[in-house]
């Protein structure tokens, strides 16, 4: 029940709020540690999309192998 003494709203709510700070801080330090935009190990190569993209049929063989002398030049 709700108290007009202020020990609901003290109580309860400064609990929450102070949850809130706390997960607030530890998702800025995730954020922070991961560099902003995610890990760098999740990073695909320029190389590695382009042979995704030709077995999955995106691109035919000789764009393959002219965007593949691209990359390697």
């Not at 949850?19 to 695909?44: N, P, T, V």
């Not at 590695?48 to 077995?55: F, G, H, V």
Request: proline share 1%; glycine share 12%.
């Amino acid at each position: 029940m709700m108290n007009y003494d202020g020990h609901f709203f003290g109580g309860g709510f400064m609990w929450i709020f102070w949850i809130l700070i706390i997960a607030g801080i530890f998702f800025l330090f995730q954020y922070a540690i991961k560099g902003g935009s995610g890990s760098s190990l999740d990073k695909e190569t320029p190389m590695e999309i382009l042979k995704k993209r030709y077995a999955r049929g995106e691109i035919d063989e000789e764009e393959f192998e002219r965007r593949r002398k691209e990359l390697e030049s």
